[in-house]
């Protein structure tokens, strides 16, 4: 083909007489020498804008804004409308379609609707045997008072309840669940109960000698209590931690007994 110049006019304009534009003619040399199976479909230049503002919008996780930028857009109305008209009216076609066939599989198959399976397997395109099971375990998990699940309740280990007697119907009453590495669930919703615990120590070290508190297996709890927490958002748990600080020094929280045997006031 050679070297040629793309002007406004070559740009939109067949060159070489083989298609409607420019492009449509390099397509066509390109397929000369491809075999038939190999064969480059025809596209315009707005489908390569297409395609550029989709990827765009994918790796700034949807963000409008972002798009506008890329494209040059003066208003974000005017994006949006893009969008709405090209790629996300796609998307949500595939997206319909991909749903009403998990709907009624899962009727098919499993006699009922669940729709977090639902919604997972719109999102990611499937769900796996094993993702079912750890789904079922994770709703059929108790939840201590701090918001912690427990695999175990009947059966607290020994470090934890040592006076604990298992008949198969009595549950941990000391709930020590960050001391508790057998048992312990840390859950997405476990996080003002776990503020909570945080005020809770901080308060039972602020009014215990030092001796004692390092004796205890107290300074063990806020450690791990603090390490749990790491893995949630660092300002939401110190809003929370602060407030229930101030709930306990107003009196309005009453901190639960040592041996954890008596429930706090209010919760």
Request: glycine share 6%; proline share 3%; charged share 25%.
């Given at each position: ?62 963000s ?57 397997i ?33 059966h ?29 669930v840390?859950l ?6 776990l ?50 600080s ?8 009453r901190?639960?007994e ?10």
């Amino acid at each position: 083909m050679g070297i040629q110049w793309l002007t406004d006019y070559s740009f939109s304009t067949s060159v070489e007489k083989l298609a409607s534009s420019y492009l449509g003619d390099v397509i066509v040399n390109l397929n000369r020498h491809q075999p038939k199976d190999r064969q480059l479909a025809h596209i315009k230049a707005s489908d390569l804008r297409d395609a550029y503002a989709a990827r765009i919008y994918h790796a700034s996780g949807g963000s409008i804004l972002s798009v506008m930028k890329a494209l040059g857009h003066r208003q974000p109305r005017t994006t949006q409308v893009y969008l709405n008209n090209t790629l996300l009216k796609e998307e949500h076609r595939k997206l319909y379609g991909t749903f009403s066939a998990a709907l009624w599989n899962e009727i098919a198959t499993h006699s009922r609707i669940d729709p977090t399976v639902l919604a997972k397997i719109s999102r990611d395109g499937g769900v796996s045997g094993e993702q079912r099971e750890r789904l079922k375990q994770y709703r059929t998990l108790m939840l201590s008072r701090i918001g912690v699940g427990c695999s175990d309740p009947h059966h607290p280990p020994r470090h934890i309840a040592p006076n604990f007697v298992a008949d198969e119907k009595a549950l941990c009453h000391v709930q020590r669940c960050t001391l508790c590495y057998e048992n312990a669930v840390i859950l997405p919703e476990s996080l003002p109960g776990l503020c909570k615990r945080l005020a809770e120590l901080r308060h039972v070290r602020a009014n215990m000698s030092i001796g004692a508190f390092l004796m205890s297996s107290f300074a063990e709890e806020i450690e791990n209590t603090e390490l749990a927490l790491s893995a949630f958002d660092a300002t939401e748990a110190e809003r929370l931690v602060a407030q229930w600080s101030a709930r306990i020094d107003s009196g309005e929280h009453r901190v639960i007994e040592f041996d954890g045997t008596k429930l706090e006031a209010s919760r």
